[in-house]
């Protein structure tokens, strides 16, 4: 009876030995850093400083700047991302700092529910403006070194209220002045806080 005792617990270990450790895309068991109120509802962000410590200072930078207060999530695609952090109502874009390095390289995988910066065809772009994954984005991932292929920074990932990410992701969108996929009715971002600031 020992003997099978000792078994079913060595079985046990192995169990457990052969589960791996979240890596820090799959799972942050803390508290937010950041929330957003939206018009569509809160959404509370963990931030992954360790692995992305250029674009997570920036962020915070903003966040305590109170630079996302009244912007919009300005472009919207069902089944992809919707981004934000740039615009004004009337898509009056908004007066950044310089840009910033591309962390895309720090094995951080476009998943559903990351955020990553938003950049233009230039790598070390991304300022203010960042995206919300809708699914699993692989083409968005660090694959190589040309800008084509250097992939997009994935620095958070939303912890509570992707079913405000998703309410948002269903709005009716059309085109206004040059841009494309804009929501036809303005998705505010009315506050966005530190949750250290204890607001």
């Known amino acids: 009876m020992q003997v099978h005792h000792l078994i079913a617990a060595a079985a046990v270990l192995l169990l457990i030995a052969s589960v791996s450790p979240l890596s820090a895309d799959e799972g942050k068991d803390k508290e937010g850093d950041v929330v957003m109120e939206t018009s569509k509802g809160r959404i509370v962000i963990g931030l992954f400083d360790e692995k992305a410590p250029v674009t997570t200072e920036n962020f915070r930078q903003y ?3 109170d630079f996302y207060d009244g912007v919009i999530f300005h472009r919207v695609i069902p089944g992809f991302v919707i981004q934000g952090g740039g615009f004004e ?3 009056n874009k908004k007066a950044t700092r310089a840009p910033i390095k591309n962390e895309a390289d720090n094995n951080l995988k476009n998943k559903r529910g990351t955020l990553s910066m938003a950049r233009t065809g230039v790598i070390d772009s991304g300022t203010s403006q960042f995206f919300i994954n809708l699914k699993d984005n ?3 991932d660090h ?3 040309s800008p ?3 992939g997009y920074a994935v620095f958070g990932k939303v912890i509570e209220g992707m079913d405000v990410v998703d309410a948002i992701a269903a709005v ?3 085109q206004k002045g040059p841009y494309q996929d804009v929501p036809k009715e303005d998705v505010v971002i009315e506050k966005a ?3 250290e600031q204890d607001k």
């Open 148 to 150: 084509r292929t250097y």
């Open 193 to 195: 806080y530190l949750v």
């Open 89 to 91: 109502p009337g898509m």
């Open 143 to 145: 694959r190589g070194q």
């Open 138 to 140: 692989v083409s968005l």
């Open 172 to 174: 009716p969108t059309g």
């Open 63 to 65: 966040v305590k700047d």
